[in-house]
């Protein structure tokens, strides 16, 4: 761990970088949260009552209805990888508003260059010469492997925007229509690109799926193939076995061949494809590793069916997975067309495209592409900033080594009880997978999840939801998070479930359709 990260962390009253081993849950005894040196400013705003009326009445429906928790804390401040409620109650923030924020709540660097920028320009259309927008491209350029020919940077405003640019972009260069993704993907819910998000919850009944098909997930824990040997470089394991190798894995030759037979009969004659699609790691799917190789497997066969293969690093980039600073370099491929978002601008509403030369002339010559707010000044010094504090404060590296002390955490929660059915991830990418029990797989009712998560944001932990059935945690924190943080997180999640497996909690008070 670098020397930076830890001054930084012990600046913040930080005590120690934690102690390996869990301790033993009691359920009488409340694990108590890392020291940390910050004193959030008085809250005089409007109050949370306040707060609660207008969002049932003014705020999107969808919004109000996904809001987290029965009793829902009001965030009016955050530091680090720390968030502070109307009473000044402090949470460990393990969502990172769904792996967003990256260098940590209010990072100083980020907040001075757009303060800085503020004072200058704030904005200009990209069709004059300003500065921060080429700074910018030359510095992300400048994060892309030398041998991986993406040189030309669209920036936008979300990875909605980002995953309809790349398509606008294969169907130009290919001259085709279909794309194909992956079942249980989520690539944002723009009208163009809704098609592609394979999750019940985002598909409407009257959406255009014209021309975009998905083949099946290489899920080795819930799919037809995959078991202990078939993720690469985590800690955590599937617990049903397999028969592959430690370098060459079955699962991934057999989804691979599932995508070949769908491309045979989406493609007659080998002609039609656009582009191939899939993320690092599944972000709505809970961290869900594909196995090592499936996409060396699936990009080859992209290219014998003329498409262009992208890679979704909306969750997966900067550096989050530890090891690799991207997705497609921890998968060993080297993709036409990235997209990326979310921390990429630690909070700051950004995003990207990046591509080939040959694909972005192809793109130029078939349409005037324009957009108003891509490369804004100030979204430019906010982007510029977080890659700089990523590298500054060390967070790659941190996210490796606190990444395997979570999982390792989450190997010994999965073995004590028996509704933890799987654990995965790696870095600061993971999830936790729950059921009625190993024996059956069954997923966990949502209304048990909720009460398991209701009474871990009690006692200060905000987590994410996540799964084909909702049944899962989403654990994706600001990279800035520490070694004691994890092992806290190890100690609250072993006190609830011990909870929930004695009957401790009052999970009916969350069942929609309790019995009469």
């Given at each position: 761990m670098s020397s930076k990260i830890i001054q930084r962390f012990m600046s913040h009253g930080a005590k120690t970088l934690g102690t390996a081993a869990p301790v033993s849950a009691s359920t009488d005894i409340d694990p108590v949260m890392p020291h940390f040196d910050y004193t959030p400013p008085k809250y005089e705003g409007m109050s949370k009552e306040e707060c609660k009326r207008i969002r049932a009445a003014h705020v999107a429906p969808a919004v109000h209805r996904q809001t987290f928790h029965k009793e829902q804390p009001l965030f009016v401040a955050g530091k680090g990888q720390y968030m502070y409620d109307e009473n000044g109650k402090r949470y460990l923030d393990l969502m990172g508003g769904i792996c967003t924020v990256s260098a940590g709540h209010a990072h100083d660097g980020v907040n001075a260059a757009i303060s800085d920028q503020?004072?200058?320009?704030?904005?200009?259309?990209?069709?004059?010469?300003?500065?921060?927008?080429?700074?910018?491209?030359?510095?992300?350029?400048?994060?892309?492997?030398?041998?991986?020919?993406?040189?030309?940077?669209?920036?936008?405003?979300?990875?909605?925007?980002?995953?309809?640019?790349?398509?606008?972009?294969?169907?130009?260069?290919?001259?085709?229509?279909?794309?194909v993704g992956l079942r249980k993907a989520y690539h944002g819910a723009s009208a163009t690109n809704i098609a592609l998000t394979a999750m019940p919850l985002y598909r409407h009944a009257s959406m255009p799926i014209t021309n975009v098909s998905q083949t099946m997930s290489p899920d080795p824990y819930r799919g037809l193939w995959g078991g202990s040997h078939c993720r690469d470089g985590s800690p955590c394991q599937t617990l049903r076995s397999c028969d592959c190798g430690p370098e060459e894995c079955n699962g991934a030759e057999m989804y691979a061949q599932q995508y070949r037979d769908h491309l045979l009969t989406l493609c007659p004659g080998g002609k039609g494809l656009a582009g191939f699609i899939g993320e690092g790691m599944?972000?709505?799917?809970?961290?869900?590793?594909?196995?090592?190789?499936?996409?060396?497997?699936?990009?080859?066969?992209?290219?014998?069916?003329?498409?262009?293969?992208?890679?979704?690093?909306?969750?997966?980039?900067?550096?989050?997975?530890?090891?690799?600073?991207?997705?497609?370099?921890?998968?060993?491929?080297?993709?036409?067309?990235?997209?990326?978002?979310?921390?990429?601008?630690?909070?700051?509403?950004?995003?990207?495209?990046?591509?080939?030369?040959?694909?972005?002339?192809?793109?130029?010559?078939?349409?005037?592409?324009?957009?108003?707010?891509?490369?804004?000044?100030?979204?430019?010094?906010?982007?510029?900033?977080?890659?700089?504090?990523?590298?500054?404060?060390?967070?790659?590296?941190?996210?490796?080594?606190?990444?395997?002390?979570?999982?390792?955490?989450?190997?010994?929660?999965?073995?004590?009880?028996?509704?933890?059915?799987?654990?995965?991830?790696?870095?600061?990418?993971?999830?936790?997978?729950?059921?009625?029990?190993?024996?059956?797989?069954?997923?966990?009712?949502?209304y048990k999840m909720n009460a398991i998560l209701e009474r871990t944001k009690d006692l200060g932990i905000l987590l994410g939801k996540g799964g084909l059935y909702v049944n899962c945690f989403r654990i994706q924190p600001p990279m800035c998070v520490t070694l004691e943080d994890a092992d806290f997180t190890i100690q609250v999640m072993d006190k609830v479930f011990a909870e929930y497996q004695e009957g401790k909690l009052d999970v009916e008070a969350f069942n929609p359709n309790p019995a009469k």
């Open positions: 503020m004072s200058r320009v704030s904005h200009t259309s990209n069709i004059f010469l300003h500065n921060k927008i080429h700074e910018y491209s030359k510095a992300m350029v400048d994060k892309m492997p030398k041998d991986s020919n993406l040189s030309v940077v669209y920036f936008c405003n979300s990875g909605s925007e980002a995953n309809d640019l790349a398509m606008l972009m294969a169907r130009a260069y290919t001259g085709y229509l279909n794309i599944g972000g709505m799917t809970a961290a869900m590793m594909q196995p090592k190789g499936f996409y060396k497997k699936a990009y080859e066969i992209t290219k014998s069916f003329g498409g262009v293969n992208i890679m979704d690093e909306v969750q997966t980039g900067f550096g989050r997975l530890g090891t690799h600073y991207w997705g497609f370099e921890y998968h060993g491929v080297r993709p036409d067309i990235i997209t990326a978002a979310k921390s990429i601008g630690n909070g700051f509403p950004l995003a990207m495209a990046v591509t080939t030369p040959e694909i972005a002339e192809a793109f130029a010559n078939s349409s005037l592409h324009f957009n108003t707010f891509g490369g804004n000044a100030i979204a430019s010094a906010a982007g510029q900033a977080t890659l700089q504090a990523i590298d500054d404060d060390g967070l790659m590296e941190n996210s490796r080594v606190v990444g395997n002390r979570f999982l390792e955490g989450f190997n010994y929660l999965r073995e004590k009880y028996d509704h933890v059915g799987d654990c995965r991830g790696k870095g600061l990418m993971m999830a936790m997978e729950f059921v009625e029990s190993k024996s059956t797989h069954n997923p966990l009712p949502t």
